[in-house]
């Protein structure tokens, strides 16, 4: 028996350097699968802190939702940790490169991301849906079975993610919510990439810029 597909969750604590500046975030982490195997969605800064979660499952990916190194610092190191050393492919949107290439200079993940990809686990499906602004190539996780969404730094419980920074757009990452996000159920979870869940209703009810 694999068991029923489930969403597992921890907090990890570390730094966010981007434009000169570094501060002290706590990113979530998310995995979703059975009892057998599982993807993990982003990899900020502790790789044993990831492995907690995953246990003895076999890892199919490791999905970034953007290349900020609070979300993919030990990607790399992740990769090589996981499937008794056999390893995970890394999975990125390419329009990150200039941020990937900020953190991981000497490597680069092993499959690209687009809008519209589908990937199957524990039962699940997982669907891509290319949301940039927050990062030129960030993107969202739809499980429409799960009645939920991983969104990174694109929403947040709040409103949408910061874009004051370099790579990002204001008006491209609004223009990407109401696009994306905002055509989804009003029901739908939203897990994000730090805080408290939220809902698509709720965000559609926020006024102003959130967090990020």
């Not at 890394?90 to 329009?95: D, F, G, N, V, Y």
């Amino acid at each position: 028996m694999t068991g029923p597909t489930r969403i597992d969750h921890a907090v990890s604590s570390g730094s966010f350097s981007l434009d000169g500046e570094t501060h002290q975030v706590d990113n979530n982490i998310w995995v979703v699968g059975d009892d057998t195997e599982c993807v993990v969605i982003d990899a900020p800064h502790d790789v044993d802190d990831i492995l907690a979660l995953v246990g003895d499952r076999t890892v199919k990916a490791i999905l970034c939702t953007h290349a900020h190194d609070d979300h993919v610092r030990v990607a790399p190191a992740l990769r090589v940790a996981v499937n008794g050393g056999s390893g995970a492919p890394i999975m990125l949107h390419p329009a990150e490169k200039p941020l990937w290439e900020l953190t991981h200079s000497d490597e680069l993940w092993d499959l690209d991301l687009a809008d519209g990809f589908e990937l199957t686990v524990g039962g699940t499906t997982l669907q891509v849906l290319h949301t940039p602004g927050h990062a030129p190539g960030a993107v969202c996780f739809l499980a429409s079975d799960l009645g939920c969404v991983f969104t990174g730094d694109t929403l947040f419980n709040g409103g949408p993610g910061a874009t004051g920074r370099s790579f990002s757009d204001a008006d491209l990452i609004v223009e990407s919510i109401r696009a994306k996000l905002f055509a989804l159920p009003d029901d739908t979870v939203v897990h994000t990439g730090h805080g408290d869940d939220t809902t698509i209703a709720a965000e559609k009810a926020t006024i102003g810029l959130g967090r990020g």
